[in-house]
T-cell receptor
Framework: ETGVTQSPTHLIKTRGQQVTLRCSSQ?????VSWYQQALGQGPQFIFQ???????GRGNFPPRFSGLQFPNYSSELNVNALELDDSALYLC??????????????FGPGTRLTVL | LAKTTQPISMDSYEGQEVNITCSHN???????ITWYQQFPSQGPRFIIQ???TKVTNEVASLFIPADRKSSTLSLPRVSLSDTAVYYC??????????????FGTGTRLKVLA
């Protein structure tokens, strides 16, 4: 059983650019969540996808968007990058069955630096 | 939204038992309490989850009093490799079908030789 993987590991962009981060969920999981973690802070929930549809969003602007694919891989897209977007971006997958929420398995993260 | 409060940091020595207490006064009836461990530049890793009373697994115990307004993570006989940030989480139903975890700032545990 493979775990959650993310790519790339590190990324450097300049202000105003767009970025796409990728995540491959753990086998059998149907839900993926994305988190932003600034240095020294806890992860902040961005949004969650369940069966290819966004079904929950935290306090992040529309320039943060995502996709979940049939094979449960997913992408996080950020447009018009700002300096404050520099952070570790974490993907977490889980298996949701009915109203039962099982533990989330996190990937190693992508370190994004915006200059 | 349920929020959690934890000590910012703790120091301990190898071989000691460490107890980290978390306050979550506004926990909702449906919320579970979950603890994660995070090493630098890595994603959080699940430690333990519970709803009430006591839960124990191979790495930790979780104690939850009857009012569920707090919880205590107990790590038996810590080692240097247990040095990490520990997060106490409660969930929140954002909308039907969505359950998000609210992370606080966590407790930085430093284990000394």
């Amino acid at each position: 059983e493979t775990g959650v993987t993310q790519s790339p590991t590190h990324l450097i962009k300049t202000r105003g650019q767009q970025v796409t981060l990728r995540c491959s969920s753990q086998s059998g999981h149907n839900t993926v969540s994305w988190y932003q973690q600034a240095l020294g802070q806890g992860p902040q929930f961005i949004f969650q996808y369940y069966r290819e549809e966004e079904n929950g969003r935290g306090n992040f602007p529309p320039r943060f968007s995502g996709l979940q694919f049939p094979n449960y891989s997913s992408e996080l897209n950020v447009n018009a990058l700002e300096l404050d977007d520099s952070a570790l971006y974490l993907c977490a997958s889980s298996l949701v069955v009915g109203s039962v929420y099982n533990e989330q398995f996190f990937g190693p993260g992508t370190r994004l630096t915006v200059l | 939204l349920a929020k959690t409060t934890q000590p910012i940091s703790m120091d301990s020595y190898e071989g000691q038992e460490v107890n980290i207490t978390c306050s979550h006064n506004n926990i909702a009836t449906n919320d579970y309490i979950t603890w994660y461990q995070q090493f630098p530049s890595q994603g959080p890793r699940f430690i333990i989850q519970g709803y009430k009373t006591k839960v124990t697994n191979e790495v930790a115990s979780l104690f939850i009093p009857a009012d569920r307004k707090s919880s205590t993570l107990s790590l038996p006989r810590v080692s240097l490799s247990d040095t990490a940030v520990y997060y106490c989480l409660v969930g929140d139903i954002v909308q039907r079908g969505t359950y998000k975890y609210i992370f606080g700032t966590g407790t930085r545990l430093k284990v000394l030789a």
